[in-house]
């Protein structure tokens, strides 16, 4: 273990106490300052190069092919035929009017802004069947054949879901959650994905096509909410979103994505907020995050899936959120073999007494990756159940496996905490690399447990962490 520290503990009676994880020591951060300025700087650089789409000035009213807002009569047939007409027509945009709608999956065409106004409430079907037949998809990491995300894009350019209305799910555990199995001491009712899900990571491992891992009835693999697969252009812009059946923003392989003023609020099993996979140039700016797992969590493929394609996550910018109760507000991995580069976090707030780590980074021996140059700064925190960083080089499969992870280059700087448990939970493992991680000039107050730190190289520099009174 090799983990230093240049801070100081306040204790209950003001007792001010300098205290290292290897020893009391005065290290030299290794970045300098023309460093930082030149990595902010990328951070301008993206913001600049990920812009919205532009759409022609067309309407096409869904109302107008048959959709009826009484939040019974199914709209799916006349949403299908709107998007068709307008992406037929060189593109504009699909409205959907105040009033609740129902239907099944949504399937987005180049050059088509799928606008909700406000009032519009767009309820989504129940029964999986509507979700077939089969489209290719990706699945924790995993490429198959599965039922249809909610909405869903495939190779498409210049496409949009827009407005001030609502998207719900309407999962539950009657209906699409109780596919996890057991779940934070819920008890499994009936069939679920765990059969499936081992098969799917096994035919992953034997190197089986794509087009032979066929996944539907029978088989209880949730979709997700919106996926965008290989597209290019994505803007999501204001909409609220409820009650997904997995994951819930979830763009694949995708270039130039903007996801801006989003409220998403949704509890079920591994319901993270977005997650963009194997994606370049993205950006996530003033949406707010209330979720039953990460809220944003960046990947790059699960296993050989990951190393077959080789794509990692790059170029993200993350800034003016709220994350609230969730498994970590921002994450990189699990499902992260391609590996990942180039992410900032800045000014965001983060405040739950059920958020469980600020930053968070998971993998393992299975799944490796590389994971490096990820940059947070001026990030306000509330409260925060467990860690302020947490490094799980041990998650799941753990040290058992021919893939070293590796997580280099990780700035945290002016991070403001009121309340954690601790500072850092680091756990790798020899063979693995975690290394040059510096929390710097951050304050965290309200600490009731000891750090964890191992097989790990981790600073912080003119920090000062406060025990709790």
Known sequence: MKARLQCHIVWLFGLALCVGLAGCKHPRASMTESDRHRAWRQATAIAQRVQPPHFPNRTFSITDYGAVGDGRTDATEAIREAIARCAAAGGGRVVVPPGEFLTGPIHLRSGVNFHLAEGAVLKFKTDPAAYLPQVLTRWEGMDCYNYSPLIYAYG?????????????????????????????????????????????????????????????????????????????????????????????????????????????????????????????????????????????????????????LGVPSENILIRHCVMRDGHGGVVMGSEISGGCRNVFVEDCHMDSPNLDRVLRFKSNAVRGGLIESVWMRNVRVGQVRDAVLQIDFLYEEGAQGPHRPVLRNVRMENVQVTRAARVLDVRGFAGAEIRDVKLVRCRIQGVTKSDTVEQADVELIDCVVEKAR
């Open 156 to 308: 498409q350019t210049n496409i949009a879901v827009t407005g001030r209305g609502m998207l719900d799910g309407q999962a539950s555990f009657e209906n699409w959650w109780a596919w996890k199995g057991p779940w934070k001491g819920k008890p499994s009712s009936g069939p679920n994905q765990v059969a499936a899900r081992n098969r799917l990571v096994a035919q992953v491992a034997a190197g089986v096509p794509v087009d032979q891992r066929r996944y539907g009835a029978g088989d209880y693999l949730r979709p997700n909410f919106l996926q965008f697969y290989r597209c290019r252009n994505v803007w999501i812009q204001g909409v609220r979103i409820r009650r997904s059946p997995m994951w819930v923003i979830h763009p694949v392989l995708s270039v130039n994505v903007l996801v801006q003023g989003v409220e998403i609020l949704s509890h079920g099993p591994n319901n993270d907020g977005c997650n963009p996979e194997s994606c370049r140039d993205v950006v996530i700016e003033h949406c707010v995050f209330d979720t039953g797992d990460d809220c944003i969590a960046i990947k790059s493929g699960r296993n050989e899936d990951g190393r077959r």
